[in-house]
Nanobody, 124 residues
Framework: QVQLVESGGGSVQAGGSLRLSCVAS????????MGWFRQAPGKEREGVAG???????TYADSVEGRFTISRDNAKNTLYLGMGSLNPEVTAVYSC??????????????????WGQGTQVTVSS
């Protein structure tokens, strides 16, 4: 069975950094496009970043230059490095597996499997 399990979230002061991990099981991650999404209270889930099996990345404008999506296919693990954090990024962050290479990688409809998410809280 397909499973995605996130970890690495927590509370951090503004300006700090975090690195999230997503460990996949039940499938070989190397064959899939993967992404990170987030959902803040009262808001819809939004795409943060996506990455092809070969490492080509896409970022939301709001995180470009500050977040880094990466993958270690040998470990079946996806990562999201987050730097220069501010309270606006507070949300539950989830990783997801897409259908092929989605034409709109930051939109939810292209993904078929989701993790439960990990909470990221940034205080001023």
């Amino acid at each position: 069975q397909v499973q995605l399990v996130e970890s690495g979230g927590g509370s951090v002061q503004a300006g700090g950094s975090l690195r999230l991990s997503c460990v996949a099981s039940g499938f070989t991650m190397s064959g899939y496009y993967m992404g990170w999404f987030r959902q803040a209270p009262g808001k819809e889930r939004e795409g943060v970043a996506g990455i092809t099996s070969g490492g080509i990345t896409t970022y939301a404008d709001s995180v470009e230059g500050r977040f880094t999506i990466s993958r270690d296919n040998a470990k079946n693990t996806l990562y999201l490095g987050m730097g220069s954090l501010n309270p606006e990024v507070t949300a539950v962050y989830s990783c997801a597996r897409a259908i092929g290479r989605p034409p709109r990688p930051l939109e939810r409809n292209g993904y078929i499997s989701w993790g439960q998410g990990t909470q990221v809280t940034v205080s001023s």
